[in-house]
């Protein structure tokens, strides 16, 4: 079975900073996508990135970026020009690629942003 | 984009009372419907999978009798939690995704309360 460890449950920057989000996961799957979501205190879960495992080159979604880094399995966000909307709750998530399309989500990262 | 609703947003029933939670797409065809149980401060614990006609997956530990899982159509899903008990109290979220896309669009979420 897919794991997914966010080990750290709350963070904080300054606005228009830089934060870097972890997130470890482990499988022996070698086709999967991997997410960031995020959820303000509305609840709604917005995806922020995704990446997939084939692709060498790491995604960007203009302030969000993330590092893979395959072998070691590990996938951080960074989050630059930090925003005070930027404040919730990010989960890393892990999909298997050919099966139920199932996600398995980190226990998250509450991120407040400071003005 | 695609749009997922939930009816109702919040609920509080009786103990020992059924419940059903709608999950619709708005405006897309969603070949698969996942339900999920987010407790308060923690992450999403996918409960179940469902497919449009056929029965519905439900993961280790989630009991088929006490959730109800009916995907009638490409656009609806219900969530029915029978004989509903205070430890039922939680957020449920449902999400759908379209035929060989991995992306999963997340409705707003149903608070359940049980008094």
């Known amino acids: 079975a897919q794991t997914v460890t966010q080990s750290q449950p709350e963070m904080s920057v300054q606005e228009a900073e830089t934060v870097t989000l972890s997130c470890t996961y482990d499988t022996s799957e070698n086709n999967y996508y991997l997410f960031w979501y995020k959820q303000p205190p509305s609840r709604q879960m917005i995806l922020v990135i995704r990446q997939e495992a084939y692709k060498q080159q790491n995604a960007t979604e203009n302030r969000f970026s993330v590092n893979f880094q395959k072998a070691a399995k590990s996938f951080s966000l960074k989050i630059s020009d930090s925003q005070l909307g930027d404040t919730a709750m990010y989960f890393c998530a892990f999909m298997k690629l050919g099966g139920s399309e199932k996600l398995v989500f980190g226990k998250g990262t509450k991120l407040t942003v400071n003005p | 984009g695609a749009v997922v609703s939930q009816h109702p947003s919040r609920v509080i029933c009786k103990s020992g009372t059924s419940v059903k939670i709608e999950c619709r797409s708005l405006?897309?065809?969603?070949?698969?419907m996942f339900w999920y149980r987010q407790f308060p401060k923690q992450s999403l614990m996918l409960m179940a999978t469902?497919?449009?006609?056929?029965?519905?997956?439900?993961e280790q530990g989630v009991e088929k009798d006490k959730f109800l899982i009916n995907h009638a159509s490409l656009t609806l899903s219900t969530l029915t939690v029978t004989s509903a008990h205070p430890e039922d109290s939680s957020f449920y979220i449902c999400?759908?995704?379209?035929?060989?896309?991995?992306?999963?669009?997340f409705g707003p979420g149903t608070r359940l309360t049980v008094t």
């Open positions: 469902s497919n449009e006609g056929s029965k519905a997956t439900y």
């Open positions: 405006d897309f065809q969603a070949t698969t």
């Open positions: 999400s759908a995704s379209l035929q060989d896309s991995y992306e999963q669009y």
